[in-house]
């Protein structure tokens, strides 16, 4: 089992990572010290899991309220039914949520904790690979409104996490692929010695091999935790996560959510924040093709679609008058460490745009 | 102009206490920062005083939204109206909220400033007495559910807080009344000497005059600060805030919510307290005749409805058979001294109660 701590003074807590841990009596008793637990997790997801986590917690008095599963479901009104079971099942303010699944369920189990009797206890056992080294670290929580996405929600640090790796075994193929993305980007933005691994252990990483996908995870964690850490409330520093997601929510937004995964547009968009940087002359055009390669070998898509420069623009929130330095990006002054920078050539990004997207649809 | 500062590190902030504050530019200045506001008022309320607040406010781009009034409106359906009103003005996160009216708009208002875009600034004006002397302090925001009172919500810290003292005018004097119990409650449990301030310019407080209003406001704000600040999420000390709560909370309950006014509940809650602080020797029966007289003398109820001891006893929580000792009740230690005791007699409990509610229904 990999083992980390999150620093963050009385809101320290640990991630847990490892094969075997969602029943893991020793590892629940050292996460949960509520006696009274509400498991909140999907239709999905209950099937597979909720039975295991339910013996590992056997000795408390455990209820569970399962979500109906996806993206669209993270709102006000799938909120409100995790704080309807709260109140049913007269939990206290010392009870504790266990948010079973994705980041959807993180999401609005650790808001519903934030905001149930003005904030109790929750802990995360994220089932996907990108709720394991993305929802792990941060705080953050929340819901879904009609007008955009996280719109409502809450910081909030959760008591402990338990990512079991066995739980990737029920994954999709492409889920676990978007979730690769991630690593890959906390990789470009911060330690070019994980990148080099990565680059050797892709393989052990798509086969699932345990020791692999737990160091994987908790080295994603580690190098989000220590930006997080100067940045708590996202201010500054923070941004540098967003690596590839400027570019990818275009991408996700011509595409309409859900065709293109998060992860699999943000990787579309970490190799056009490559492509920028070797623009800027800040790497070269070997770097970029081993930016593009390794995406390309963990099976995610590398070619953005022809959605047009000037649509992605305004799906940026961006017209070409306010243009020059007027948004700042997250590009790479090399492989391995990341900028967030507003000084760049108007043209230089012009052309990276015009470069993947096409010409003006 | 009467000042106070709640000291809270970082998220200090100036409560400003006086008349004709509402449209006072360097006032509203000092308060608001941003360039984009939203008001969230009610149907009561903005016909009285909003027009007055916009011209205050000129200059910024002002957005506002009226909900209905009333405590039964305070759910997470009227939480959705303002973030939608949020939302639909494109309110950024330098956007500050901006409460217009009582306890229940700062409960909702800050409620939304807590959970939009996890966190927006907010100032407080509030425009009841209870509101002047109780939710200006504490942090406390956030909805109703229909299982209990208050169950969701978060600890959120206004920016500022604007006490005009001239909305008093148009308050109900039945509601003054309930908000006075509240500025004697602080009295009680902290400062005799403000207690026999109030004894001697009770009259003035209820002719609403000005320098009286917000100096009672002012020292009710600073006992609940000093009391908040040595237990910001409510762990101990905070409960001699409830002094006479649980009583009147019973009495709320028996009544149906809106019969009985808090304020009027809590002061024949006091009464309560005091008898059974009587009881246990800590105060004598002048005392208790004194603090029944200054609540008589304001026009609030000092006689419990006759329930019955039995369907009190209910409504506190409690049966006989954990009474003794299981239940920390807020009682005076001496006129002006406030104390969280679990160590009184079960026997002087039930005389108390059979007292003032009568044998079992």
Chains 1, 2 share one sequence.
């Not at 149930?116 to 670290?137: F, I, K, M, N």
């Not at 017209?319 to 460490?337: M, P, Q, S, W, Y």
């Amino acid at each position: 089992m990999e083992r980390l701590s999150i620093e963050l003074g009385e809101r320290s807590y640990p991630i847990l990572i490892g094969p075997g841990l969602l029943d893991s009596v020793p590892v629940l008793d050292e996460a949960v010290h509520a006696r009274d637990v509400l498991v909140v997790t999907n239709d999905t997801v209950a099937p597979l899991y909720l039975e295991r986590m339910l013996r590992g917690l056997a000795g408390r008095r455990v209820e569970h309220v399962a979500l109906p599963d996806g993206e669209r479901h993270k709102t006000l009104g799938t909120l409100e039914r995790v704080l309807d079971a709260l109140v049913e099942h007269r939990m206290n303010r010392d009870a504790c949520i266990a948010a079973l699944g994705g980041g959807v369920v993180g999401d609005i189990a650790g808001f519903a904790a934030a905001c149930y009797q003005r904030g109790v206890d929750y802990v995360q056992v994220p089932t996907t690979l990108l709720a394991q080294v993305d929802s792990s670290v941060g705080g953050k929580t929340g819901v879904n409104h009609p007008g955009g996405k996280n719109l409502i929600g809450a910081f909030h640090q959760p008591r402990a996490v338990i990512s079991d790796t066995d739980t990737l075994a029920t994954l999709p193929p492409r889920e676990l692929r978007a979730g690769l993305a991630e690593v890959i980007k906390a990789a470009l933005v911060a330690d070019p010695g994980f990148l080099d691994w990565i680059e050797a252990n892709l393989e052990a990483l798509l086969s699932l091999e345990p020791g692999a996908v737990a160091r994987a995870i908790r080295r994603s964690c580690e190098i989000k935790a220590a930006i997080v850490a100067e940045d708590e409330r996202e201010h500054g520093r923070r941004a540098l996560l967003n690596l590839g997601h400027t570019f990818g929510h275009a991408i996700e937004t011509a595409a309409g959510y859900g065709e293109w995964l998060h992860g699999e547009a943000v990787a579309a968009g970490l190799v056009m924040a490559a492509d920028l940087s070797r623009r800027l002359g800040w790497i070269d055009a070997a770097d970029l093709a081993r930016v593009k390669s390794l995406l390309a070998r963990a099976g995610l898509p590398v070619v953005a679609p022809p959605i047009g420069a000037g649509r992605a623009l305004a799906l940026m929130g961006l017209d070409k008058k306010v243009l020059a330095g007027r948004i700042r990006l997250v590009l790479l002054r090399r492989v391995g460490e990341g900028v967030v920078s507003g000084d760049y050539p108007a043209d230089a990004l012009e052309a990276t745009l015009v470069a993947h997207f096409g010409e003006a649809a």
